[in-house]
Structures are given as C-alpha cells and as structure tokens.
T-cell receptor
Framework: GQNIDQPTEMTATEGAIVQINCTYQ??????LFWYQQHAGEAPTFLSY????GLEEKGRFSSFLSRSKGYSYLLLKELQMKDSASYLC??????????FGAGTTVTVRA | SAVISQKPSRDICQRGTSLTIQCQVD?????MFWYRQQPGQSLTLIAT?????????ESGFVIDKFPISRPNLTFSTLTVSNMSPEDSSIYLC??????????FGPGTRLTVT
C-alpha cells in the first residue's frame, strides 16, 4: 500500500512563492503526480516526476527525491486563481494512483 | 489530452435504489478508472476497468455493490447499487494519457436521501 502525507492547509500572498511538500512510503513506485482541484471541479494534471530532480513548467515546478520518498510542488508568482486544493499522487507498478489528502492553498491579496 | 464526459452530472436518489453513471472518452484507451471523492476528502480508487475483462476492485469495494461494464475502448459504466446515505459522494472516471498522467471526467455528484 501507499502512505502519502502532505500539509492540510497553506496560506500565501498574491505574487509570493509557496512550496507544498509531499512525503510517501510505498510498496511500489512508478512515478509521482501533482494535481490541482478547484472546489466543485475535477482534478487537473499539473506535473509528473519519475526520475530525481526538478521539472519546471511555467510558474509551477515539481521536485522528486526517490531515495528520500519526497516531492514538492513549487508555485511561483501566486495569483488569486491559484487558490485550490493540490493533490500529491503516487503511481504503483499496477498503474494505480494513490492520492494524498490534499493541501488547500489560499492566496490572499 | 483526452476529453471525458460523464452522465449524469448530478442526481438525488432514494436509499435502496441504484444509479448507473456513464463515462465516455473521445479516444480509445486501454484502462479506465473509477474513483470516489467523499465530501472534504481526497480521491479513492474504486476499480480499474479494462475492455474485455472483469474489472479489478480495490480493497473495500465489491462487484455486487459497484458493478462495472466496459463494452468497448471508449465507454464504461459504474452502477452504485442499493444506495445508502453513505454512498453520497462525487464519482469520477479517469483515463491514462501517453505520459501516464490521468485525466479525469467532470464527476457525478450523488446525494442519497
């Protein structure tokens, strides 16, 4: 099984940077994903890491360390529309995703 | 990315009845997944639906309660049977993309009274 931990809530100011950490303990690992979910909507794919290192995609970056069972999602130049829940998910060797409980990010003006 | 539609988008049902949720994808995909997201919670995988074979259910979910059909590579249904208020949830289907990311349908919001 998978055990995935991430903070429950984070608050930041518009224009700032926020880093959402995710730690995992897994029986199998085949990639880590970050999703964004606005209230009342379906999750949307943000990033995928399968090798160690940093993946950058515009204002969003994701980092993975497999030896430490650790990932983070970095959100730069925060905008009000970035207020959402951010879900860390681990893919196992059976192609299944296990999701963390999600981190609610609130961006304040 | 795949475009996924679900029907119905929401429904209010009486306990003891059943509801079938449809999931349609705009391209052929091998695996489709069904998730449940209870209020304020994260996503929990119910089952994996492969075309031409029985669905694979996760611990805590059984075929009698959540029968799944997968008649072709673009369509699947999930039935929530003999519903109780505890089944009130959002049900989402998803498919896997070329880079292993999963794309989600808009979800079906079910309320059982």
């Amino acid at each position: 099984g998978q055990n995935i931990d991430q903070p429950t809530e984070m608050t930041a100011t518009e224009g700032a940077i926020v880093q959402i950490n995710c730690t995992y303990q897994t029986s199998g690992f085949n990639g880590l994903f970050w999703y964004q979910q606005h209230a009342g909507e379906a999750p949307t794919f943000l990033s995928y890491n399968v090798l160690d290192g940093l993946e950058e995609k515009g204002r969003f970056s994701s980092f993975l360390s497999r030896s430490k069972g650790y990932s983070y999602l970095l959100l730069k130049e925060l905008q009000m529309k970035d207020s959402a829940s951010y879900l860390c998910a681990v893919r196992d060797h059976d192609y299944k995703l296990s999701f963390g409980a999600g981190t609610t990010v609130t961006v304040r003006a | 990315s795949a475009v996924i539609s679900q029907k119905p988008s929401r429904d209010i049902c009486q306990r003891g009845t059943s509801l079938t949720i449809q999931c349609q994808v705009d391209s052929q995909v091998t695996m489709m997944f069904w998730y449940r997201q209870q209020p304020g919670q994260s996503l929990t995988l119910i089952a994996t639906a492969n075309q031409g074979s029985e669905a694979t259910y996760e611990s805590g979910f059984v075929i009698d309660k959540f029968p799944i059909s997968r008649p072709n590579l673009t369509f699947s249904t999930l039935t929530v049977s003999n519903m109780s208020p505890e089944d009130s949830s959002i049900y989402l289907c998803s498919v896997e993309g070329q880079s292993y990311e999963q794309y989600f349908g808009p979800g079906t919001r079910l309320t059982v009274t």
